[in-house]
């Protein structure tokens, strides 16, 4: 389990030593933003507009703060103790926006879900050979009711199959519980997924971004509207920057697969073979009422939720 503890250590660290948001100008006069973020392919375009010099472009000095959960990145976010979320779980930021725990924005978007993104993983000897095993299982996701249950319950219910039982277990010891058997499956998200595969011998039982999942917006560049209002200049640089990587990721996989070993743990080799989502240019309102109304239909919010006043212009 060495490349899980890897994985593990690049996830475990929290957020300490964070200023408070729209903090003041560096030594070479860019204003500094600090950004959580998860390990995950979700997050490559952070890191491909850092190391590419593109937040540079805009006057930024973006740090990076990773994280294991984005939601524990929230009281931060709400203290102003970090400015931006990436890869930000839609799912647990609309519930909280239709609480009024956060006053919402979306500055880009993150990724959208494509083939093999995120599987469901057995073990090699399981005796679950489709997904119609899967009812009344235990399968792992890194948070209940979010964007893994959701899409799951979506696919499963298309194909007229039962649903499973769900415990929360991290990424980083996904693999871990199903060598011990402590669940029946994992829904893992790349890099994870590739990790979890090479190390326990896990097969694929069902592609977790495929028939109703495959094109919802999975994640994004979560703000809030005071950082947006205090820092328009700031927020406005950060969306064309994260949005000109994203191009890159979407036109340049390779790039991708050249920036994961760089904050994923993941080796070059294992890079080369793991599944990418999609990376779209901009944030679609069409996109993500799609995944409202699947929240809506599957009672993960209450009322309909209009997301184009949140996108940040």
Do not use: W
């Given at each position: 389990?060495?490349?899980?503890?890897?994985?593990?250590?690049?996830?475990?660290?929290?957020?300490?030593?964070?200023?408070?948001?729209?903090k003041p100008p560096?030594?070479?006069?860019?204003?500094?933003?600090?950004?959580?973020?998860?390990?995950?392919?979700?997050?490559?375009?952070?890191?491909?507009?850092?190391?590419?010099?593109?937040?540079?472009?805009?006057?930024?000095?973006?740090?990076?703060?990773?994280?294991?959960?984005?939601?524990?990145?929230?009281?931060?976010?709400?203290?102003?103790?970090?400015?931006?979320?990436?890869?930000?779980?839609?799912?647990?930021?609309?519930?909280?926006?239709?609480?009024?725990?956060?006053?919402?924005?979306?500055?880009?978007?993150?990724?959208?879900?494509?083939?093999?993104?995120?599987?469901?993983?057995?073990?090699?000897?399981?005796?679950?050979?489709?997904?119609a095993d899967l009812?009344?299982?235990?399968?792992?996701?890194?948070?209940?009711?979010?964007?893994?249950?959701?899409?799951?319950?979506?696919?499963?219910?298309?194909?007229?199959?039962?649903?499973?039982?769900?415990?929360?277990?991290?990424?980083?010891?996904?693999?871990?519980?199903?060598?011990?058997?402590?669940?029946?499956?994992?829904?893992?998200?790349?890099?994870?997924?590739?990790?979890?595969?090479?190390e326990s011998g896990?097969?694929?039982?069902?592609?977790?971004?495929?028939?109703?999942?495959?094109?919802?917006?999975?994640?994004?560049?979560?703000?809030?509207?005071?950082?947006?209002?205090?820092?328009?200049?700031?927020?406005?640089?950060?969306?064309?920057?994260?949005?000109?990587?994203?191009?890159?990721?979407?036109?340049?996989?390779?790039?991708?697969?050249?920036?994961?070993?760089?904050?994923?743990?993941?080796?070059?080799?294992?890079?080369?073979?793991?599944?990418?989502?999609?990376?779209?240019?901009?944030?679609?309102?069409?996109?993500?009422?799609?995944?409202?109304?699947?929240?809506?239909?599957?009672?993960?919010?209450?009322?309909?939720?209009?997301?184009?006043?949140?996108?940040?212009?």
């Open positions: 389990m060495k490349r899980l503890a890897a994985l593990a250590a690049a996830a475990a660290l929290v957020l300490v030593g964070c200023d408070g948001g729209g560096s030594g070479d006069g860019r204003q500094q933003l600090t950004v959580a973020a998860l390990p995950l392919t979700d997050s490559a375009a952070l890191y491909l507009a850092r190391d590419r010099g593109l937040f540079a472009k805009e006057g930024l000095d973006v740090r990076v703060q990773p994280v294991q959960q984005s939601i524990q990145a929230l009281p931060a976010l709400l203290k102003g103790q970090v400015d931006v979320i990436a890869s930000a779980n839609y799912v647990t930021y609309f519930q909280a926006y239709e609480k009024g725990t956060l006053d919402l924005r979306i500055l880009a978007e993150g990724v959208r879900i494509a083939p093999h993104m995120m599987d469901v993983l057995v073990p090699g000897d399981s005796p679950l050979k489709s997904p009812a009344g299982k235990k399968v792992a996701v890194a948070v209940l009711n979010n964007i893994q249950s959701l899409t799951l319950n979506a696919i499963l219910d298309a194909r007229g199959a039962g649903r499973p039982v769900y415990r929360q277990i991290l990424f980083p010891q996904m693999g871990p519980a199903l060598d011990r058997g402590q669940v029946d499956a994992v829904h893992a998200v790349e890099p994870f997924e590739t990790a979890i595969q090479g896990a097969r694929v039982l069902l592609d977790a971004g495929s028939g109703p999942a495959r094109g919802l917006p999975a994640s994004g560049y979560i703000t809030t509207r005071d950082f947006v209002d205090k820092h328009p200049k700031a927020a406005a640089g950060f969306r064309r920057a994260v949005e000109a990587a994203s191009r890159l990721a979407a036109g340049d996989p390779g790039a991708v697969r050249t920036e994961l070993p760089k904050y994923a743990k993941v080796s070059a080799a294992q890079a080369e073979s793991i599944h990418l989502p999609a990376y779209p240019a901009t944030a679609d309102p069409a996109a993500l009422r799609r995944l409202i109304r699947l929240m809506r239909a599957q009672g993960l919010l209450e009322k309909d939720v209009d997301p184009a006043p949140l996108l940040a212009k």
